[in-house]
């Protein structure tokens, strides 16, 4: 049973910094592409990147482009994602995803976690 839990969201100010982990139960983390994405209230989930079990590459939403960072460490079979320079517009609710090799759909998504930028 796979599972991925989040922390490090919380309350920052506008221009501030949060860090958030996924912490995945998963026995090969290495196979699996992850996945950030998030939820403002009365929106849609939104993609916000990905870094994928190939290569490490990442990609972005353009709206966090050059203020998000993801990573992963798969000795501890986390994935993290760095967010600087947080705008109001960044507060939601933010979810890790985890998808296996070159499966489409992600398949495993955890609880979230929330993120509220403070103007």
């Known amino acids: 049973q796979v599972q991925l839990v989040e922390s490090g969201g919380g309350l920052v100010q506008a221009g501030g910094s949060l860090r958030l982990s996924c912490a995945a139960s998963?026995?090969?983390?290495?196979?699996?592409?992850m996945g950030w994405f998030r939820q403002a209230p009365g929106k849609e989930r939104e993609f916000v990147g990905r870094v994928s079990w190939r290569d490490g590459s990442t990609a972005y939403a353009d709206s966090v482009k050059g203020r998000f960072t993801i990573s992963r460490d798969n000795a501890k079979n986390t994935v993290y994602l760095q967010m600087n320079n947080l705008r109001p517009e960044d507060t939601a609710v933010y979810y890790c995803?985890?998808?296996?090799?070159?499966?489409?759909?992600?398949?495993?998504w955890g609880q979230g976690t929330q993120v509220t930028v403070s103007s």
């Open positions: 995803a985890a998808k296996y090799f070159t499966t489409i759909q992600y398949n495993y």
């Open positions: 998963i026995r090969t983390f290495s196979s699996y592409t």
